[in-house]
Structures are given as structure tokens and as C-alpha cells.
């Protein structure tokens, strides 16, 4: 079956600090992979995705690489800054025509001055 | 800009109430879904749509049903609010058959029921 599994919070980091948040997955066949980002009070907005191995996926400083050998997708940024506060969902879409994702139970990141 | 569109942010509703939540989507899609977010729970899948006028049960349909009356609309119907339906509740759109394009969420009903 198909399932995410990421790195339990919360996660504290000071500005500047380096971030990365752990995913792996299960698939069958070959999904594309996600990135969602929940500011407070917010719903959840896309922040990067990768559609096939050894893609990378980039917005806003963020990087994630899709590593089919490790099942992985690591959300990495070099220097995190207040503005990055909120909870990071990974997922997966399972390519059938219904197009489901399935989400990781989400990570939420406080950044201090 | 496309978007999904949920008609509250905020909504405070007494126990055993009939409560409507609205979403809309302005992109044609045909995918429609609602989940419920909680602390330490993540997203839960309620209730989701392939089409109109037809709906399938997520992980936890209790206490809740939809409708689909017209393509870009999608309304969860909690029949008799209790105070365990307090959550956060999303909705969300997709597009059948391009995977790649993920989901798309409106901003959320944060919903008390006293």
C-alpha cells in the first residue's frame, strides 16, 4: 500500500539555523512526491514537488530530492528564518487515475530570533 | 488565481445543530474532499467526491454526510453537531488523471461546537 511516514516534531531551530525534516515513503509504482506548508491559522499550499527519481523540487529556499533507492524526500533549507514557522506536510500521489494523496502526519517547525 | 473557497474561517455552532460547510473551487476539477485536522492527528479524510452526485466515505465518515449537487460545489453536512466534531476542517480539489498537479486547499473552517 501507499503511506508516508516524516520525522515527528516539533522541531525548534534559531534564525539562520540549517532544517531538515525526514520522509520516507511506501508506493507502489511510481509516485510523484510533495511538500505541503500550513502557516497558522492558514490551509495548506503547495511548497515544492518532484515527479520522478533524481528530481529536485525548489521554492522559497526550500529543496527536497526524490531518491527512489532510499524511498526518500527530505525537505532541506540552508537558513531558516521566522517567516518559516508552520507545519510541513509530505505526501504522495499514487498516480491512479483518482489522483489520492496520502499525507505524512506533519511536522511543525518553530523558528526563534 | 485559482482557488478553493470555504464560505467560513470561523464558526461557533451549539451541540445538536444541523451545520453546513461550503466549499467551492473555480478550476473544474473533478476531485472533491474534506478532511479534519487535529493536533497530533494530522489530516483525516471525512468524506471525498470523483463527480457529481457521487461520494465516497474516507476514514471517518461518522457523524458527518455530503453533498454534490453541481461540479465546483461541496458541502459537509455534520446532522447533529457534537462537541467532539471541534476541529479544524479542510477542503480540497484535484484534477482526475494528472497526478502531478496535487491537491489544492482552501484556507479552513476552524469550527467550535459548544
Known amino acids: 500500500g501507499n503511506s508516508v511516514t516524516q520525522m515527528e516534531g516539533p522541531v525548534t531551530l534559531s534564525e539562520e539555523a540549517f532544517l531538515t525534516i525526514n520522509c520516507t515513503y511506501t508506493a507502489t509504482g511510481y509516485p510523484s512526491l510533495f511538500w505541503y506548508v500550513q502557516y497558522p491559522g492558514e490551509g495548506l499550499q503547495l511548497l515544492l514537488k518532484a515527479t520522478k527519481a533524481d528530481d529536485k523540487g525548489s521554492n522559497k529556499g526550500f529543496e527536497a530530492t526524490y531518491r527512489k533507492e532510499t524511498t526518500s524526500f527530505h525537505l532541506e533549507k540552508g537558513s531558516v528564518q521566522v517567516s518559516d514557522s508552520a507545519v510541513y506536510f509530505c505526501a504522495l500521489s499514487d498516480q491512479t487515475g483518482a489522483n489520492n494523496l496520502f499525507f505524512g502526519t506533519g511536522t511543525r517547525l518553530t523558528v526563534i530570533p | 488565481d485559482v482557488k478553493v473557497t470555504q464560505s467560513s474561517r470561523y464558526l461557533v455552532k451549539r451541540t445538536g445543530e444541523k451545520v453546513f460547510l461550503e466549499c467551492v473551487q473555480d478550476?473544474?476539477?473533478?476531485?472533491m474532499f474534506w478532511y479534519r485536522q487535529d493536533p497530533g492527528l494530522g489530516l483525516r479524510l471525512i468524506y471525498f467526491s470523483y463527480d457529481v452526485k457521487m461520494k465516497e466515505k474516507g476514514d471517518i465518515p461518522e457523524g458527518y454526510s455530503v453533498s454534490r449537487e453541481k461540479k465546483e460545489r461541496f458541502s459537509l453536512i455534520l446532522e447533529s453537531a457534537s462537541t467532539n466534531q471541534t476541529s479544524m476542517y479542510l477542503c480540497a480539489s484535484s484534477s482526475q488523471g494528472k497526478a502531478n498537479y496535487g491537491y489544492t486547499f482552501g484556507s479552513g473552517t476552524r469550527l467550535t461546537v459548544v
Open positions: 478550476m473544474d476539477h473533478e476531485n
